[in-house]
């Protein structure tokens, strides 16, 4: 690579973060667990019928705290779910928080009891960690890493290659409230929004989905970048088009009219509880049924389909009855968001 500096751009899941994660991890990092580049790696066999996945993420959210949420519900649930869309039951959780000098111990604690409940929801546990405390300024109050490991069952193994034309997408429900909530948190706007974070553990909503359709073909949970950046991600890897339609597409009333009224579009915000789900379209029925029958998949839809044409693009077809590409998010429009 080329680059003079790194910018938040490289870390916001759109383009630049995926160049950066080609061109300078992968290039030196490379081997047959990281190539495929899912949201976890599958390490081997378990037992004669599951195998190990594992995964790690670090968060750095700001604000720490934000309406519905804050950065340790965030930190269990964003690894839970890159677990639960491999397929895998999350198991064990490692924990490592890094803390600013003059962190209120009661907010601390808070971070940690909802820590439990999402775990205890999520029916995982943190089993090992560490703690560093770092100069005033050193770390902007609170960082946190986790990492995760899980079992799956052996036959289970949604991935972007089983992906076939003439499947079909589904939602779990509406998008963008996560980085709409921090957004008003952080700015405090002059107005109010009764927005808050849909995060939350997906990995019984995943299950349900899966022993409904063992052939489902791909997940992924929608965080940074947001809904257009995992549909672009299935695309280019797939090879194959996807044709959307934007009325199709849940999005809450408020969110859509607060992202009209700054400018953004709800398609890129950052989510923390909704999967992207690829599915068979003889199973679109039994799909959507399972995902509806679990309470964070009760606004579950039907969004779009796997075509032949138009490989590698996003088209969505607009209210108004047009078409127009659906690109990679670019920037960043909003960094720190989990």
Do not use: W
């Amino acid at each position: 690579m080329t680059l003079k500096n790194i910018m938040l751009s490289h870390g916001a899941g759109g383009k630049q973060t995926h160049d950066l994660i080609a061109e300078l991890f992968v290039e030196n990092f490379s081997n047959i667990y990281l190539d495929s580049l899912d949201d976890s790696a599958v390490l081997g066999q378990e037992g004669p019928d599951s195998e190990f996945v594992f995964t790690t993420d670090s968060y750095v959210v700001k604000p720490t705290f934000f309406p519905g949420g804050n950065i340790g519900k965030l930190a269990v649930c964003g690894t839970v779910n890159d677990l639960a869309v491999m397929g895998a039951v999350p198991k064990y959780l490692s924990c490592g928080f890094i803390i600013e000098d003059g962190f209120l111990f009661s907010d601390l604690e808070k971070i940690v009891v909802s820590m439990k409940s999402a775990l205890d929801e999520a029916g995982s546990r943190i089993v090992t960690g560490d703690t560093k405390v770092v100069e005033k300024g050193a770390a902007d109050g609170i960082f946190i890493n986790t990492a995760g490991v899980g079992v799956r069952k052996k036959g289970i193994r949604p991935g972007i290659s089983s992906i076939q034309e003439g499947d079909v997408i589904l939602i779990n429900g509406f998008i963008g409230d996560h980085g709409l909530a921090v957004m008003a948190e952080r700015e405090n706007f002059p107005f109010k929004t009764s927005v808050t974070t849909d995060c939350a553990p997906l990995n019984g909503l995943i299950s349900k989905l899966v022993e409904a359709v063992p052939g489902t073909r791909f997940m992924r949970d929608a965080t940074r970048g947001g809904l257009a950046t995992v549909l672009n991600e299935i695309a280019s890897e797939s090879s194959l088009g996807i044709r959307l339609d934007e009325q199709s597409i849940p999005k809450r009333e408020t969110t859509a009219k607060f992202c009209d009224m700054l400018g953004l579009d709800p398609l890129y915000l950052a989510n923390e509880g909704k999967v992207v789900a690829v599915v068979p379209g003889t199973d679109l029925e039994t799909a959507l049924a399972a995902l509806k029958s679990h309470p964070y998949g009760t606004d579950s839809a039907v969004i779009g389909r796997l075509v032949g044409e138009h490989p590698g693009r996003v088209t969505i077809k607009t209210a108004i009855g047009g078409s127009r590409i659906l690109d990679m998010l670019t920037g960043d429009p909003l960094p720190r968001i989990c």
